[in-house]
């Protein structure tokens, strides 16, 4: 290959159309990605959607219960949508347990879909974590550490994409003002959560809660941030409608260009 | 001195006046307690102690050991009856010696019973109960006693003695024993041997003598004034019977069989010549269940790993040809290895399904074999399966068959994570039948199959327990706190949904009588969203004292 590329500066046309083809036999072969469905975010991910065989790391925008509940909520939504056929099941592998099931069901991990392992320590999550990626008949694996070096989670991902089932390694603060994901890693994808005010409702009550969501860092793409409606009852998140006096504007004026 | 005359400075017996003479109890109760010699000193025995492991209750029918002892023996005080409800009837199925002296029998309403005896103890009976304790004596007869035993009706059984009393030294001498142990064990008996099970059977119930033996063929003679109702006789027969005028067993001897049959039913006939002989009637056996084993001897003792791995797969090839040809599945094995010094190591694994698949398997001991300490050699190595259940073939969905997206079986998994972290550390968590949130889950096996919970909003994250806000500022009775500090920290609420209102169980403490939590689920200013409760609805004071509480957080 260098030799044909040193030929001339710039690449065939042939030659990219058959590095194209290797890496789309690449990606059917690893599975479709998994969108959100939400066009302002597929379109900005790599892989148009989370890829269904590797290593994802999420944490929490700050240390408070708050935001680990959002983040806690967002990992378990995207893991219904990876186990959303009858009869696939979803491991959460975590040291302290928690978790209050009722809560997971509402954003579509029933207690059928969902079956938890507890470690005594972070070396054992990541143990479970990766013979459960291993064995390859899980929906999605969830695995709760505190630490997680640069060896374990290329373990995680070699072993994600052997057994064809993606990861999502939700790291908990360890300190107050430390983000856990200052430390290096080979993820996919590595996001952060944070609760976010939901709109005023025009009567008394809660709205749907609102999350801002960043992408810290991903595979051949770029960072971005946004701010999303909460999961749904099956894990789908949402676009917040925007204030009417500015999505109506722009609308008008590309029409009028055009 | 010691014995073999070896000293050690420092030696009990090398100390200054040790043991002079067996001390006297005054003196010893003279002495403060930390002085006193011990009882070994005294060189006397403590009190035997109950074997710590005799009392345990074995297996239920696996081994065929002894029935559990009854916890206590019973002494009859009070007269005791047992009853057993039919319909709107209660019938005494059974009373004690005090109660039989009494006058009550079996059969009689128990309300009659009462009505005699003020001070009656009176019981429900167990007939389930009755019959498990029969089929594991039965079982225990069939491991020590004879091979082939059943159990006879609702209270007796029936061994064939055929060839096997020689080895108690004759008959008499079996039926003593057999008497011992049952009364050690809580029971009284009556035993009859005879050349027919049909005459044994009357003989034990009605002959009236503890200990009745027949010399060969004199059945019929035996028989001669018992009851009829000793024949083992349908209802019906015996009720023709007793119209007839018929009503000891010698009655019908001298009966043409035509119009017996005809009067009182073939079976009544068989009856009678099964008891005389004249109709052979087999014992059908309990066959006692035997554990799935599988061993291999050999030939030089083994020590590296790859050797004790080959043997282990090939006793798992054995022990899962065993299994399919009984048409079991594997939930526990134990791997036993004789090592060349007589110590025996064992091994234990389990599966959270019932399982025959080889590989597996081998992989679930693989993960095990690192436990195995060789030292100078294993010579010999057992498996065995002491919890096996039924597997068969079962059916899939046709769909299945068709598509090939079939949902994955993870039951391997489980047991591969359970080899890993222990049994306990998988579980799922199922619903309970509680509104109170705290109850509404529990723990059960990986495995389970649960159900949902009701849809009411909940938290993603439970606190471990309720935290107590400070300085809460709310309207009473039904709305939201409008500011609260939870760990120091003040929160103003902007939105609030709520109240949800729960009510303790008041079947479970007095406590939870009146009790009510009012659930709010509010947004702070930054977006946090909490699930408080207050104790008490805001009317009524008993309800609780008006505290709030942070119990959990939405995403």
Known sequence: ?258 | MPKGGGWRPGARGARDGALPAKPTQTEIDALPAHQRPTSRELSRRSESAEHPFRAMRPDEGMSGSAPARLHTFPVWTRPTILIERTGQKEIVTAACPVALDLGLRPGMAAAHARALVPDLDVREADPKADRALLDRLALHAVGYWTPIASVADSDGLWLDLSGTTHLFGGEERFCRRLLRFLRRVGFTATIAIAGTPGAAHALARYGGAAITILPPGAESEAMVDLPLAALRLAPEALTAASRFGLERVGDLYPMPRGPLAKRLGLSTVTRLDQARGAVAEPIVPVIPFEVPRVERRLLEPIGTAEAITQVIGDLIDDMVTLLQARGLGLRAAVLSCLRVDGQEQRIGFGTARATRNATHLKRLAAMRVETIEPDLGIEAMALTAPRVEELHAAMIAAADLAGGDRAPDIAPLVDQLAGRVGEDALFRIVPRESDVPERAVRRAPALATPTGWPRWKRPVRLLKRPELLASVVALLPDHPPRRFVWRGRPYRVVAGDGPERIHGEWWRSRREMWAVRDYFRVEAEGGERFWLFRRGDGVEAPTGDLSWYMHGLFG
């Open chain 1, 1 to 258: 290959m260098p030799a044909e590329f040193a030929l001339s500066d710039r690449p065939h046309a042939e030659q990219l159309a058959v590095l194209r083809t290797q890496i789309a036999a690449a990606q059917a072969e690893r599975g479709p990605a998994l969108a959100f469905g939400i066009d302002a975010l597929d379109s900005r991910l790599a892989d148009h959607g989370l890829d269904g065989a590797g290593l994802h790391e999420l944490a929490a925008a700050s240390s408070t219960l708050n935001d680990d509940a959002a983040a806690t909520l967002f990992a378990a939504g995207i893991a219904a949508r990876f186990a959303n056929k009858p009869g696939f099941t979803i491991l959460w592998a975590l040291t302290r347990f928690d978790l209050y099931a009722p809560g997971l069901e509402q954003v579509g991990l029933g207690p059928d879909r969902i079956f938890y392992a507890q470690g005594r320590k972070d070396a054992e999550v990541l143990a479970m974590a990766e013979d459960g990626l291993r064995d390859g008949s899980l929906a999605c694996v969830v695995a709760e550490v505190k630490a997680a070096d640069q060896t374990a989670t290329r373990r995680l991902q070699l072993a994600a994409s052997d057994g064809k089932t993606p990861i999502l390694l939700y790291r908990r603060h360890r300190s107050r003002d430390r983000c856990p994901l200052e430390q290096p890693s080979s993820a996919m994808t590595r996001w952060r959560i944070g609760c976010a005010p939901s709109t005023r409702l025009p009567y008394a009550g809660v709205g749907r809660e609102r999350w801002s969501i960043e992408l810290v860092r991903q595979r051949s793409g770029n960072p971005f941030s946004l701010e999303v409606e909460a999961c749904d009852d099956t894990g789908r998140l949402a676009l917040p409608a925007a204030a009417l006096h500015r999505a109506v504007a722009p609308v008008r004026a590309l029409h009028q260009a055009a």
